[in-house]
């Protein structure tokens, strides 16, 4: 059974950092990618970040690219998203996502594009940034 668990969030303020968990189960992070996605209240589902399981290669929506990374640790079955500066439009609850086909068919600029494309999704865990 396909599993993914989001962890980690919480209430942060402006300026700080903070780290969201994936933790990953039913299938293998070797072979399938992670996306992470995330949606504030009233606004459409945003793709943030991505990592390809072929080559570890990663992939950032200018949003977030140069505050935002994004890892995985195969043995623990985990994709890490560390967040730094954050700010009060970094609120959102955030998400992620792995697909069984998507990977190969599009680039990963394209993974972000097609939250909807993106077959199995984690609960889902709060960050919100305010002083």
């Known amino acids: 059974q396909v599993r993914l668990v989001e962890s980690g969030g919480g209430l942060v303020q402006p300026g700080e950092s903070l780290s969201v968990s994936c933790k990953v189960s039913?299938?293998?992070?070797?072979?399938?990618?992670i996306a992470w996605f995330r949606q504030a209240p009233g606004k459409e589902r945003e793709g943030i970040s991505c990592?390809?399981?072929?080559?570890?290669?990663?992939y950032y929506a200018d949003s977030v690219k140069g505050r935002f990374v994004i890892s995985r640790d195969r043995a623990k079955n985990t994709v890490y998203l560390q967040m730094n500066s954050l700010n009060a439009e970094d609120t959102a609850d955030y998400y992620c996502?792995?697909?069984?086909?998507?990977?190969?068919?599009?680039?990963?600029?394209?993974?972000?594009?097609?939250?909807?494309?993106?077959?199995?999704w984690g609960q889902g865990t709060q960050v919100t940034v305010s002083s």
């Open positions: 996502a792995t697909d069984f086909e998507i990977q190969g068919r599009m680039s990963m600029t394209e993974w972000l594009r097609n939250w909807h494309l993106w077959d199995y």
């Open positions: 990592i390809s399981s072929r080559d570890g290669s990663t």
């Open positions: 039913g299938f293998s992070l070797d072979h399938y990618p």
